[in-house]
């Protein structure tokens, strides 16, 4: 069933079916309403003699349910007297069955079915009546008519006892009621609560009666009247079942007498909570003491009868001394009936024990808050370990709960506002403040700044008010049902609550005596309410009465009681000031004359202070302030305006000093607050100053400026100190003699998102919704520091050890910063999403991060750069939902977890490296839900348990074995809304979850029969909840920061463990034990087992665990450190932790990674393969000219069988494109004529003069450098290994196109490849993973030596004139190489050299040789350093770039440099040469050497690759953008030669005629390009956006040639090629197109949007025809239109079009564009199972055959991998075609019946439609994702991400 939390405490059951209406409930017979002159209400009054012909039944239909789940049902009812009366219910047990209870009087005995039950009912008497005395005397029923003097009655039903004591059935919900003449009905309502309708409000609250007993009094709407004086039980009856009455017949509905009723009820609530407090009690109190003092006294609880606990209607009096009574709500939860015992009294909800002192808050729902006392966990244990199931006829059951109770206090929060800023107030001693923070009212000492809270109010607090001695306080609460509270603020305890029937209460203001209250608000027509209460006796338990209430159109924005006179008021508002008065219930105004300034905004009114109420009214002035910055003087006895003040900017007379502020003309400062003393007025203004004035404003005397506008400002009652607050949350005060300013509390100003906890220093870093990281000290609550940033924080993370904390934002950034030196360490940008999540290993070597889209990564923290060491894409569960926490490390520091790469997988991977150890998948754990389950949160318990907590989507928290991934336990239920968030104790004995506004602790072992205790008081949903370090308390934020103390006792010791404990925990806890020395700390008892009073605090920063392998010696010059569970011993000297925290008996790390090679690893064998690791992890460069290849999913099918070379069916005629992806990947020779380029996988040679290529091909990943010989002969090509094998280069011989030789050594990608100038030598340089130079013979290629580098080489190059000398650059630097040879034995002698501290830390990136004797090398920031290769020194510098130079070149005394900022740029370096070496390296200015700059070229991406004659004059560059151009200095001229896409090509079509094709982008590009040349004929770009589809217009001329084009915005672009430029653009879809098709004859276009929808639109004037919504919800994967008579299958038409969606489903139109005439020919739907794997299924494709239209040829995701052949004419499939893989395109020729297959597998299939033949192609480097024939059938277009490969066609 649907959510049942509306239903509490209570469901009105004639105002939930609006009964009046008589639409959800029926009437037969005569059923009419009257006026009850006893009850004073309109009821209902059934008549008839037979009683089933005349009824009410509800709800009106059989098929219909109430639905309502409350275990009681009240009926308040009155017999007619002298008739019969029938009332029947039917009840839903949780079997299904329903079962039929029906009482009466006509029914003499009990009778029972297995469908039914029948009660007889007795009837009541008047008290004293003769038929009371006669049925006392014969212990016998009034079975039969009711007699004349019947009473009102309340009847009352335990539906669960009946279905189980009388079916043994477990009641699942009320169905239905039926109420049969003869009766009177006022009401039905059920409820969990078991009400006394005997006790009043006022009586429940004096003798604290609080829902956590489980009682209460009947809700006020359904109350009976008793007037005063008289007892309730005097003047009606009330009749529970199963009842205690002992007349006969029993088993009967009857009146129990009244001291068996009393102990009755007392079995049902726990014993009450304090002592009896002195109260004076009125008459009608005093009659029910005695009956009320058997309730609530405490007895033993019958064994046989678990006692109830339900929640209360009312909010419960919430008392906040500093003693201990917090906010705590038991959630009395129970497991599921096979694990409980089931008693004579089947009860779902234990109470909480009598001896403690937490105060238990349940709220009303109207409230917002009353909705959790339904929740109910229920556990599932799923390990074979034998599960203790409670025996029902078990004597001495009784079940135990989470102790101590509360487990929680509330200690401090950290917030100010809320709804509002202007609300702050002095007690009148001034020692103390009292403001709002969100639905909880603080008080603050401002001394100790110590805090007690009032709490009770279930949305933002809006208003506040004290009376003249502060001794009573009043509070609003915003929202649409505005509820005002009156508290006594001593005691803390509330006095009244009452509805204002207003929203948005803005104002409150108390006389000064407290026995007025008025309140302004907005009534429901948006118009001022102003209401004046009487609040007289409220402190003697007195009601609160209206006096008075006005609606008025005029603004009030303040209104204050006047402090002489209780009658009178003064309010101001836009345009006007007013004064009131309260006169014989009636509220008049009369308004101030303004004169001029009737139109201006007031702000706030104050009176100057007098002397108290003797001063006469004459002498009265009042102060109102505006926005204007006037300030106006008012008689208050005459109204009219004494004088006006203007508070303008002051003019600056020095640079120095500025002006003392005056009242002058001018532009004003608008004053927010004034607030008047009897000495000085003091204002608060929007430019932040708060200014106290002489009461003649002659000029300002002292000020204090604050960093937001000031919202208030109020004067202390003795003169001496000013409290001001700002809208930005900052609340201070103004000592006037010390003239010193005290910040009391600073605050963010929106939603806290995530805070993190230093342990050792008690620091709280937050990030917040308002921009800000803030750092705040835990024990004063002040902020340390604040880092503002235009970037939004997201999540943040503090270091476990060291001062620095980092912080994720929502543009993906990463910063790290250290807080001693206030310094930004580290940034990093490895995300393009929000930051999710962010954490330290505890051990403090590694973070990590996590991104909204997906990626992951690892950053080393044991350095101050924090630089990356892997980023994984596509491993995180994509969105925001997750943040702040997402990720969570194990204690011991090996796992990391998280939720991906789906919702629904959760993995843990290796901490140190990011490999994937396990995954689970959490969607499959229920089999029987019908939703699938996605996981929220995770988190590791500590790593003895060897346990991961994962929170899911159906309110569930799994128990997941981090070793296995096998489900150990489940519990359901956990919170009514889903866990935010969860996290557990060190020890493991307690679990803490988030849930909306709620926070739970729990068991962590759920043995207890309550498991969890609920605490409230947030009134947003919380964002993160964690234990504190040193486990003394907890931290919640959300609207606010709570901090509380966490009371639970410590681990017990050995001896004292119970059963339940598992081994784990006995080890740990016998380790801790001989930690503990037998000692009391702060006077409290470490292992007595019961709660303590306060959590203790330590008196130096909190010590941690050292677990070291040092030797006695280190650990004694170090000092020494101990730990226990509450810090009984603190050394004196504190130092840092030198090992990761870990138990006393820690497992072999490798014990967990037991699942992958490191099976049986010693510990000193891992601690071995650590530091190896370590040493040798990875850290990716930050620069671009390091080669990294593009992500791919796609894994190559190993097993595809490629055709033996001549027998292609099909052969590669052209690449189209270069990948700019490459590094080095251009070779072109001048003299010899060769070009060459690489594409994907495939070696491009071509030939300039023809444009014709050759293809070398041999690589299945992706090239990533390219090399040539000085006699261009050989080319050598690397590429990375497939399937994880090591990178593989291929020599290629030009001449043949053959594979002379293939070398596979580097373990990671190949950064460059080089030959020697004498051809001699071959060099191959790996990339950061595996930095390593390899030197090979050119004629053998058989390795001569290698040499591992210390760090990432970027570029290396031989010497053009030194046959033994080589250079590389890197990250450390420059490395001058020399080769020694010995014969056949060559040795790489090494040198490395830094680069100069001129340049900075930068990153050698590229180098070239110039002359004999330099070497130019070019930095990531844009320097060009020279080095005299003889010496190794850098002789000079200069700043070339502003960006990265990647790439270098060197012909003579010319120097070519290109960049990332595009820049191609041509040196004179000729002076180089006349530099010589200096004591330091020279720049260009110093040394006087000219450097000249000849010319510059921008180009249309960075620069990768280039290639120049000898002479420097011309040359080719490549670029990222995909490019290859031409570049001729002399005339200063730049051609393409080569052009390609840079990101994902969409589509690619020919035209009609094949003369051309376009292909589309995803960076908005649309291409056409010249068929037989592949020249880039035009290019069609829009901005930021995607183009996902494009088509060509149907054949006719060239001029009049069209392409569409479909947008990721919508839109339709229309193309004309004649003119190359766009004709129309078109908006049919609001989502992204996925398809568009012309129509056969061009008549319409077809387009069709991810949501389903296909438009059909006019290519002559753009409007959209037609739009078909028949595939409305699924994405359309497919559009085409062919031409065909459809007379054939009985429609008409002269062309068909069909569309396929991603829901496999395909339709088939017959259409007529010119008729208008377009019809559903067919609908084919194809079936497939469920789809569990990580990625989006297989497309759904289908297609005309080109020879018979007749024919459509379908392939998508289903039970098997195929093509189908479906016959319109025949409606059936006649054809199928297995495949071995799911296509993710595909193609149909128009001639020799080929289909052209591709796959995610990189694998491109040619299959004979007829025979099945086929033939596999590999020269793609990933997943295909389009391919077309060409309308002739002769060429087949293939698409790989942006490798675009034309084949010929030859056939099979």
Same mark, same amino acid.
């Given at each position: ?68 789940? %409350? ?55 008047? &008290? ?76 429940? *609250? ?21 007037? &005063? ?23 009967? =509905? ?17 014993? =009450? ?38 929640? =209360? ?138 805090? #007690? ?216 400062? $608008? ?61 201070? +005060? ?39 990281? #803030? ?129 629904? =997988? ?36 500590? $790593? ?20 296995? %991934? ?223 290849? #593009? ?21 590669? *005629? ?9 590094? %080095? ?115 053998? +290629? ?115 440099? %290109? ?144 392409? /569409? ?111 208008? &005439? ?11 199972? /469920? ?43 006649? &054809? ?77």
């Amino acid at each position: 069933m649907a959510s049942k939390g509306w239903q509490h405490p209570y469901v009105n059951i004639f105002k939930h079916v609006r009964i009046e209406d008589w639409k959800k409930s029926s009437k037969e017979g005569d059923v009419s309403t009257y006026t009850d002159k006893k009850l004073k209400c309109s009821v209902f009054r059934i008549r008839g003699s037979v009683p089933a012909n005349s009824y009410i039944l509800i709800p009106k239909h059989s098929h219909q349910s109430l639905g309502l789940t %409350g275990q009681y049902f009240y009926l308040l009812f009155r017999p007619t007297p002298g008739k019969y009366f029938v009332v029947t219910l039917d009840v839903a047990a949780e079997e299904g069955q329903v079962v039929r209870i029906s009482f009466s009087n006509m029914f003499k005995e009990f009778k029972s079915t297995p469908t039914s039950l029948q009660f007889p009912f007795l009837c009541g008497a008047a &008290k004293d009546s003769v038929y009371e005395s006669t049925a006392k005397s014969a212990r016998h029923g009034l079975v039969g008519p009711a007699p004349t003097s019947v009473r009102w009655t309340c009847l009352t039903l335990d539906l669960q006892y009946t279905l189980h004591f009388y079916l043994n059935r477990c009641y699942s919900y009320l169905k239905s009621v039926k109420l049969c003449a003869n009766m009177a009905v006022k009401n039905m309502f059920t409820s969990d609560l078991l009400l006394d309708p005997g006790v009043s409000f006022s009586e429940a *609250k004096l003798m604290g009666l609080a829902c956590s007993q489980g009682t209460g009094p009947i809700p006020r709407d359904m109350a009976f009247p008793v007037p &005063k004086g008289n007892s309730w039980h005097d003047l009606y009856d009330c009749i529970r079942f199963p009842s205690e009455g002992t007349k006969l017949p029993f088993d009967s =509905i009857q009146k129990g007498n009244p001291r068996q009723d009393a102990r009755h009820v007392s079995n049902h609530r726990s014993p =009450i909570r304090e002592e009896s407090r002195c109260v004076s009690l009125s008459k009608p109190v005093q009659d029910r003491v005695s009956l009320i003092q058997q309730i609530t006294t405490p007895k033993s609880l019958p064994r046989n009868q678990p006692p109830v606990v339900t929640s =209360i209607p009312e909010l419960g009096v919430v008392s906040m001394h500093q003693s201990g009574d917090w906010l705590c709500h038991n959630d009395d939860q129970h497991q599921q009936e096979s694990t409980r015992s089931i008693s004579h009294r089947l009860t779902p909800r234990p109470p909480c024990d009598a001896d403690d002192d937490g105060i238990h808050v349940f709220v009303h729902p109207e409230e917002g808050l009353g909705k959790h006392g339904e929740e109910s966990e229920e556990e599932l244990v799923c390990t074979p370990v034998a599960h203790l199931v409670r025996s029902s006829s078990s004597k001495d059951t009784k079940e135990q709960k989470l102790l101590p109770d509360p487990i929680l206090r509330l200690s401090r929060i950290i917030g100010f506002g809320g709804a509002t800023t202007k609300c702050v107030l002095w007690t009148k001693s001034g020692d103390a403040v009292v403001y709002p923070c969100h639905a909880i009212i603080v008080s603050m000492k401002i001394s100790s700044n110590q805090q #007690r809270f009032f709490i009770g109010h279930t949305d933002k607090v809006s208003a506040l008010a004290f009376n003249g001695n502060t001794t009573v306080l009043a509070s609003a609460q915003t929202g649409n049902h505005s509820v005002v509270r009156v508290w006594n603020y001593n005691k803390g305890n509330c006095l009244a609550m009452f509805r204002i029937h207003a929203h948005s209460l803005s104002s409150l203001s108390f006389s000064y005596s407290g026995g007025i209250l008025c309140g302004v608000g907005k009534d429901s027509h948006s118009k001022t309410m102003v209401v004046v209460w009487n609040t007289l006796n409220v402190s003697k338990g007195g009601e609160v009465t209206i006096l008075a209430k006005a609606h008025t159109d005029v603004d009030v924005h303040t209104m204050k009681v006047a402090f002489f006179d209780d009658t009178r008021l003064v309010s101001c508002g836009r345009d006007n000031i007013r004064l009131w008065r309260v006169r014989n219930g009636t509220l008049r105004s009369c308004p101030v004359n303004l004169g001029d300034y009737h139109s201006l905004d007031f702000t706030d009114v104050a009176f100057e202070e007098g002397n108290s109420s003797y001063q006469h009214l004459d002498d009265r002035t009042l102060y109102a302030s505006s926005r204007s910055g006037h300030i106006f003087e008012i008689d208050y006895s005459r109204v009219v305006i004494r004088n006006v003040r203007r508070l303008s900017p002051a003019q600056q007379q020095h640079a120095e000093r500025r002006e003392k502020w005056t009242f002058n003309t001018g532009p004003g400062i $608008a004053i927010n607050s004034i607030s008047v003393s009897s000495s000085f007025c003091a204002t608060g203004s929007e430019d932040g100053f708060l200014r106290l004035w002489p009461l003649d404003f002659s000029a300002v005397f002292l000020e204090a400026e604050h960093e937001g506008p000031v919202s208030l400002v109020s004067v202390s009652s003795d003169s001496l100190q000013v409290l001001a607050a700002t809208s930005t949350g900052n609340l201070g +005060f103004l000592d006037v003699s010390s003239r010193g300013y005290n910040t009391l509390m600073r605050s963010h100003t929106d939603t806290v998102l995530g805070f993190s906890v230093d342990g050792i220093r008690r620091h709280l870093t937050t990030a917040s919704s308002d921009g800000t990281v #803030r750092i705040w000290n835990m024990d004063s609550l002040h902020q340390l520091y604040d880092f503002v940033s235009e970037d939004s924080p997201c999540s943040v993370a503090f270091h476990p050890s060291e001062q620095v904390f980092s912080c994720g934002f929502s543009s993906g950034i990463v910063r790290v910063f250290d807080i001693s030196s206030a310094k930004l360490l580290a940034e990093h940008k490895q995300h393009r999403g929000e930051v999710v999540g962010l954490a330290f290993s505890p051990d403090g070597d590694f973070m990590y991060s996590a991104g909204s889209q997906g990626s992951l990564a690892l950053y080393n923290s044991s350095e101050e750069e924090h630089s990356v060491i892997r980023v994984v894409c596509n491993m995180i569960a994509q969105g925001t939902e997750r943040a702040p926490d997402a990720l969570t490390v194990s204690s011991d520091s090996l796992c990391l977890a998280f939720v991906g790469p789906s919702e629904y =997988i959760v993995t843990i991977a290796d901490a140190r490296s990011l490999d994937e150890l396990l995954h689970v998948d959490v969607s499959i754990l229920d089999v029987e839900s019908p939703r699938l389950d996605s996981a929220l949160k995770v988190c590791f318990s500590p $790593a003895s348990t060897e346990h991961l907590l994962v929170a899911t989507s159906e309110n569930k928290i799994l128990w997941v074995s981090t070793k296995t %991934g096998r489900l150990l336990r489940e519990v359901s239920k956990v919170h009514k809304h889903q866990c935010s968030s969860l996290a557990v104790s060190e020890d493991s004995r307690f679990l803490l979850t988030a849930g909306h506004n709620a926070v739970k602790v729990w068991d962590y072992n759920m043995q207890l029969g309550i498991n969890s205790q609920m605490f409230i008081g947030h009134s947003q949903p919380i964002r993160q909840v964690s234990f504190t370090p040193d486990q003394l308390g907890v931290v919640s934020v959300g609207d606010a920061i709570f901090l509380w103390d966490f009371l639970a006792n410590p681990a017990n010791p050995v001896g004292s463990l119970t059963d339940s404990c598992s081994r784990l925990r006995v080890s740990y806890s016998s380790a801790a034990k001989s930690a503990l020395p037998e000692a009391e700390v702060h006077g409290v008892q470490l292992s007595n087992g019961m709660p303590r009073q306060t959590a203790p605090l330590p008196t130096s920063p909190p010590p941690r665990l050292d677990v070291s392998t040092m030797d006695q010696v280190e650990q004694g010059a170090l000092g020494s450190l101990s730990l226990c569970d509450d810090t009984p011993t603190i050394t004196t000297v504190p130092v840092p932790a030198t090992g990761p925290a870990s138990s006393s008996n820690p497992r072999p790390a490798t014990s967990f990674l037991k699942v992958t090679e490191l099976v049986n690893a010693s510990p000193q064998n891992t601690s071995h393969l650590d530091t190896e690791f370590k040493g040798k992890t990875p850290v990716r460069p930050d620069c671009y000219r390091h080669f990294f290849p #593009r992500f791919k999913t796609s894994i190559l099918d190993q097993a595809a069988v490629t055709p033996q070379p001549g027998e292609e069916g099909i052969k590669l *005629k052209a690449v189209i494109g270069y990948n700019g992806n490459g590094r %080095g990947n251009m070779v072109w020779s001048p003299d010899q004529g060769l070009f060459a380029y690489s594409c994907g996988c495939v070696v491009v040679v071509e030939y300039l003069h023809t444009g014709s290529q050759r293809h070398l091909q041999g690589h299945s990943e992706e090239i990533s450098c390219l090399a040539v010989t000085n006699d261009a002969q050989t080319v050598a090509s690397a590429a990375g290994g497939s399937n994880g094998s090591r990178s593989l280069i291929c020599i290629w011989d030009v001449q043949t196109g053959a594979c002379r030789k293939t070398i596979s050594y580097h373990r990671g990608a190949v950064q460059s490849l080089a030959f020697s100038r004498d051809d001699r030598f071959f060099l191959s340089v790996g990339d950061f993973t595996d930095p390593e130079v390899a030197l090979w013979s050119s004629k053998t +290629f058989q390795m001569l030596s290698s040499v591992s580098l210390s760090g990432p080489i970027h570029d290396a190059a031989f010497s053009p004139s030194a046959a033994s000398q080589l250079a590389c650059v890197g990250s450390q630097g420059v490395y001058f190489c020399l080769m020694h040879s010995h014969g056949l034995d060559v040795d790489l002698k090494v040198q490395r050299v830094r680069a100069p501290a001129e340049v900075g830390d930068v990153e050698l990136t590229a180098l070239c040789h110039h002359m004999d004797s330099f070497l130019f090398t070019a930095t990531n920031r844009g320097h060009v350093c020279v080095w005299d290769i003889e010496t190794q020194r850098c002789l000079m510098t200069w700043e070339a770039d502003e960006g990265e130079i990647g790439v270098l070149l060197c012909r003579g005394n010319r120097l070519l440099t %290109g960049s990332n900022t595009r820049w191609l740029r041509l040196w004179e370096v000729e002076a180089v040469q006349g530099v010589k070496p200096q004591g330091k390296v020279s720049s260009v200015g110093d040394s006087g050497t000219m450097v000249v700059l000849e010319q510059e070229i921008m180009l249309d991406g960075t620069t990768v690759s280039a290639a120049f004659d000898n002479t420097m004059d011309m040359g080719i560059v490549g670029t990222t953008a995909g490019t290859l151009w031409y570049i001729n200095w002399s005339d200063s001229s730049s051609i393409r030669l080569v052009s390609g896409h840079k990101s994902k090509v969409n589509d690619v079509v020919f035209s009609p005629d094949e003369s051309h094709l376009t292909t589309c982008s995803e960076d908005g590009s649309v291409r056409v390009w010249s068929a037989p040349s592949n020249e880039l004929v035009v290019q069609f770009q829009v901005l930021n956006q995607s183009c996902s589809c494009v088509c060509w217009s149907p054949a006719s001329s060239k001029e009049s040639a069209c392409v /569409a084009a479909g947008y990721s915005d919508g839109t339709l672009r229309i193309f004309r090629l004649s003119s190359s430029e766009m004709e129309m653009k078109l908006h049919p879809h609001h989502v992204s197109v996925t398809a568009v098709q012309y129509s056969a004859d061009g008549h319409v276009i077809l387009s069709a949007g991810k949501n389903g929808l296909v438009a059909i639109s006019s290519p002559v004037n753009g409007a959209t025809i037609r739009v078909i919504r028949d595939h409305k919800g699924a994405s359309i994967t497919t559009i085409q239109c062919v031409n065909e008579q459809c007379k054939n299958f009985g429609l008409e038409g002269n062309e068909m079009w069909l569309a396929a969606s991603a829901d496999r489903r395909v339709s088939v139109w017959a259409a007529d564009w010119l008729k208008e &005439k377009c019809d559903l020919l067919d609908w084919l739907t194809f079936p497939a199972p /469920a789809y569990f794997e990580d990625d989006t299924p297989p497309p759904t494709l289908a297609a005309f055959c080109p020879s018979d239209p007749g024919l459509v040829v379908y392939t998508g995701y289903g039970v098997e991998k195929e093509l189908s052949f479906y016959s319109l004419a025949k409606k059936q499939i006649i &054809k199928k075609i297995a495949l071995p893989h799911w296509a993710t395109c595909f193609s149909l020729s128009s001639k020799s019946q080929l289909i052209a297959v591709g796959s995610k597998e990189r694998v491109l299939k040619l299959i004979k439609s007829t025979s099945g033949r086929f033939q596999d192609f590999l020269q793609h480097s990933d997943s295909l994702q389009t391919c077309h024939f060409s309308p002739s059938g002769t060429l087949l277009f293939t698409v790989a991400y942006n490798e675009i490969l034309l084949w010929e066609v030859r056939g099979l």
